[in-house]
């Protein structure tokens, strides 16, 4: 009887994850053909429909020209950076979102540093690091049992000593970048129903819609939360159940309370 | 004059002892300074060289000064220096004598004149000294003759010869040109060091790949092997300049050092008992004329073309849709500058996105003088219709002709079809209704559209490797090895530590045995013994029985112990010596007292 139980929720779980399977493909093709078709706010929905189940980067480029078709960069500077997390070597995505920012009017600070200490640099630095610790411990210890002369060590050490601090440091950074990651927003277009000419999002001094504005972001600006003294993000939930976040630019220049619906995290899907 | 003075200083210490012992039994008045110059010969043929003496009677002392410059006289600064004491009917006579190589560049007479000197810390005066050159002998004139042949063949022996189509190119013309190394098959050369290197910087040339390699080439008389590489060379700059190539190759030259084996079969280098030098081998130079390119006449579209081409132009589709991208092939083939030619540029076009184009050239690799150079161009037509591909104009200078020409491609006809509209359908409008311009796409607003949804993930950012399980047992594998080596290290010095121990357990019970027995001498033995292999131990010495005392001390002053420890050590040293070989009384030597300080000496010598 047990064996015949495990069995079946076996077979329910491989039978569910080919349905899962099955209709993710079926709707990223549904949207190519609706795409295909002429219908980009179908192949949209398709889209949109199929990221919730899974990811790839195929997809959130689609998506993202979509987006930049139907002139919602904020939305296609969100899909290009997620393409481009899901496959980070990719030119055309990478092309992709400068034209979409450089339509957007956003600048988007990147520092030739920056490629060497982001979130898919991680495995590198931490290779790199335990691979110098422990070739350094032991080609130490060996010289050391081997009778080396101690004042032989102190050079030795010193530059053992310097290419770890160097490389924690990566690690380190990476991995704080990383974090920076989970945290990052993209300003994503307002409600159609909002009137608002300028596309501009408000940054507000208070969690509230009366509140007046510190400064405006644009559409595909990326913004990034605070995070409390208790390292929660810091939120607000108004009565009528709207949720705002206490956001800021990097170089901290741009600091407000926004509209959770008005921008859209980077490393999450709603 | 600082060799000279250097030079004084390395006499030995016993020939000044004895020089002052001289000095001493002298009368002991302070002896009067004498100096002599002259040139011998005094007189000498121009080929030949003379040496100039200074003689200094009274002193030994490093004089000081300098020579003064004669023109026409090449003294050299590293003087052989004499220095005799003679004792001669009980008076003693010190001599000092310089003697200074000089050679003269030109036939006459020339006069060191007096200049001074400081013997002794007192000024004294070097006399004038004249040396005759005379004309060159026969002699003289046949040597030269012969050095200079000689040095004629060394350069015969290894040089560098290029070919230049003209006597004059164009600014920014390229030419093919043979670079050629030639190496007299008696020379021992053993390989090139390096292909030629072009010693100017008004001509850039591509890179010399491998040479093709010609034997039996006769040349003055003799056998040559040679090496020739074929490169363009294209001018930079107008005007006259000199170009010239330089290499290094290894030879094998004789061992010039006195080896047992000095002899002529065992010198020859052939056999391997010679050694290897480095030889630099130069070409002539040459003046090239670089002429600047003429002002009249030059087309607008010239952009440093030089030679004389073709061009040809083709499209890979003639029906597209609109968007849809075609490729423009510009050839330009024939004989000329590819490696400076930049791509022909389009006219502004608003009908047609045109992008950068890629190269590719085919043709001789090695000069890049000859072959076709295409020019890829991607278009993507703006507008629906029957278009024309813009035309390409190309402009070239011809050096044969020596005026410049200018060809264009043909226009290509293509048709581009509008393709299908889309329509928001959120903003549906009736028929007929005009779209905004604004929100009208054009086609430089299409993107790619995979039709793969590609690799399916679950996370936008990959989990990081310190939270796999994997990684954390992958880290076993080295702390194992660093554990594993730790206690075999750690082992091995308890054991040698254990042994040391042993043994100096071995030394005291063998030293309270002395005591016993009242054996003085092996107790102080003994007791040496101890001292040395603590001592070894303190400074890992590998033989510590074989130091002797002053050895000991030293070893543990480099071990900074302390000095009432070391004075310690050193008496007991001593009285070891005494016991053992100086016969010292014994019967007054109290043993057991000896022992408690060697304890103590012991414990403090950890």
Known sequence: MTRFISTLVVLCFIGSQSLIANSKDKLFYDAVRAEASGDLLTAIDL???????????????????LYFKTEKYGKAVLNYRRALLLDPGNRAFQENLNFALETAGVNFPKTDLSIYLNSSS????????????????????????????QKKFIFPILIWFLLLCFLFWGAYTSTGNKSLLTREVIVTEINENESNASQNIPLRRFAGSGSSANTYVKPGESLWLNLSSNSLLQSHKSLSGQKWFLVQSIDNSKKGWVKSDAVSFLTRSE | MNLLHRYFCFKTLTYYIFA???????????????IEAYFEPSAVTLSNSSAYKIIIQGSQNSPKGSIPNVPGLEISNNPKTFRKVSLINGVTSIKLELSFSTRPTQKGIFTIPAWPIMIDGQPQTVPAATLRVLAPTQLDIENQQKQNQQQQDLKQAAFIEFSMPREYVYEGETIVSNVGLFLWDRMPFTRIENA?????????????????????????NKNYTSYSWKIGLTSTTSGNHSLSYHSSVRVRTNNKRSTPFNSPFFNDPFFGFGREESIKVSSENKLIEVRPLPKSGRPSQ??????AFKIRSKIDRDHVSLGDPVRLTFSISGKGNFTSMPAPSFEKNK?????????????????????????????????????????????????????????SSVEHPLRVDPGEKWVDQGNTRSVGEAVPSSKRFTTQDLFQTESEPGVWQNTFI???????????????IPLAAFCLLLFIGLKKRYRGVQSHKQQEITFLKDLKKYLSYNDSKKFFRCYRSIIQFKVGLLQSHPNPYALSSDELI?????????????????????????????????????LKEEFRQALKIIKKLK
Do not use: C
């Open chain 2, 196 to 220: 030629p290197v072009k010693q100017s910087e008004a001509f850039s040339a591509t890179e010399f790949g491998q040479p093709a390699e010609k034997r039996n080439v006769i040349k003055y």
């Open chain 1, 122 to 149: 991680i495995d590198f630095w931490i290779i790199s690091l335990t691979s110098t610790f422990w070739v350094g411990a032991l080609a130490l210890a060996f010289l050391y049992f081997q009778g080396w002369n």
């Open chain 2, 302 to 307: 010239f952009n440093g073309a030089v030679g």
């Open chain 1, 47 to 65: 889209y949109e429909g199929a990221s919730k189940v899974s990811k790839s980067s195929n997809l959130h480029g689609n998506l993202a020209n």
């Open chain 2, 462 to 476: 990959s989990s990081s490797l310190l939270q796999s399980i994997a990684f954390w047992i992958t880290q076993i």
């Open chain 2, 351 to 407: 009908d047609f996105k045109i992008g950068p184009p890629a190269f590719s050239f085919q043709g001789d690799m090695q000069t890049k003088f000859e072959g076709t150079q295409n020019f890829e161009y991607v278009i993507t037509p703006l507008t629906p219709g029957l278009l024309k591909v813009p035309t390409l104009y190309f402009s070239y200078f011809d050096p044969d002709l020596e005026k410049y020409q200018s060809i």
């Open chain 2, 554 to 590: 030293e070893l543990l002053e480099k071990a900074n112990k302390e000095k009432d420890l070391i004075s310690k050590v050193r008496l007991l040293l001593i009285k070891f010596d005494d016991y053992e070989f100086a016969g010292v009384d014994q019967k007054t030597l109290n």
């Open chain 2, 20 to 34: 002052l012992s001289m000095l001493t039994a002298s009368s002991g008045q302070q002896p009067q300074v004498q």
